[in-house]
């Protein structure tokens, strides 16, 4: 049955495990195979030619795994990919810019809205496009954190050192008085409350990781192939260092990680 078959997710390593936990929380029997492109990480620096390559090649090797619709759980490989892959793929396939700019779009009274994210995906400008669609008269000012990523993959959840960091960052986004910012990156969820104190009560963190798992599950029962009910079955590919991935995946996952395993991506 289409139903039973696995929701395909992927992005450059850990960073999508933290919309494969919301896929968890509110998608609880559906089967997920994941792919982190650990040997290749970051994609936040790299070409929109190589990221379209990488993009291929993973879609690819999901497609062996026989996925019924795709996850592109990256902000990086969602704005340089999405729209190239996407009329490739015979299979539904979404991204985690869209739902996340459809909640900030919804969430802001102000109209002053902050994006942080990779150099990538601040670059491309896409979260500021697809708001603009929303409302031209958005405010929108985005601030790339390229540190963030080391920080989270060093387990620096909650150190001086990412406070410091942080707070520079931010601080331009504070001088703008946004009321709401989006974390346009797959692993800022993860330093969640050090955002949340730098910035305040008052302003809105909308994670796409969230919507993301919403508007999925929209998708699938729309198309008639949402999985209701039954045991779900989690795999988990990388291409490399699967212990380094087991550790983190068993850190903010919540469900017991069985094994992962090593896939030559090149090779798709
Ligand atoms: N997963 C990436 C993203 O959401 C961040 C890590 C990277 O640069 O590859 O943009």
């Known amino acids: 049955m289409l139903k039973d078959a696995p929701i395909g997710v992927f992005d450059s390593g850990v960073g999508g495990l933290t919309v494969v936990r919301e896929i968890i929380r509110q998608l609880p029997s559906e089967n997920v195979v994941y792919f982190g492109d650990t040997a290749r990480v970051p994609y936040g620096s790299k070409s929109q030619k190589t990221i379209i390559e990488y993009t291929r090649q993973i879609i690819h090797f999901l497609k062996t795994k026989k996925v019924k619709a795709i996850v592109i759980a ?61 409302n031209p ?43 709401t910012l989006i ?9 969640r409350s050090t ?3 730098i910035m305040g009560e008052g302003v ?19 198309q008639g192939i949402y999985r209701e009910s039954g045991e779900p079955e989690y795999h988990f ?19 017991e990680l069985v094994e992962t395993r090593l896939v030559p991506i090149d090779e798709y």
């Open 74 to 134: 990256c902000n990086t490989a969602s704005a340089y990919a999405l729209d190239t892959v996407a009329p490739e793929v015979d299979v539904p396939i979404i991204g985690v810019v869209r739902p996340g700019a459809y909640t900030a779009a919804h969430t802001t009274v102000s109209g002053n809205i902050g994006v942080i994210g990779t150099e990538g995906t601040i670059n491309s400008g896409i979260y500021s496009s697809v708001l603009h669609e929303y």
């Open 137 to 179: 008269g958005f405010r929108v000012i985005g601030k790339a954190c390229p540190l963030f990523v080391p920080l989270v993959e060093e387990g620096l959840l909650n150190d001086s050192v990412t406070d410091e960091i942080a707070s520079r960052y931010l601080q331009v986004l504070k001088d703008a008085h946004v009321d």
């Open 183 to 191: 974390l346009g990156c797959t692993h800022y969820p993860l330093i």
């Open 195 to 197: 955002i949340r104190r």
């Open 204 to 222: 809105n963190l909308v994670n796409p990781a969230y919507e993301t798992a919403i508007s999925l599950r929209c998708l699938l029962k729309e």
């Open 237 to 255: 590919f990388v291409s490399d260092g699967t212990d380094k991935f087991s550790a983190f995946a068993n850190s903010i996952l919540p469900v």
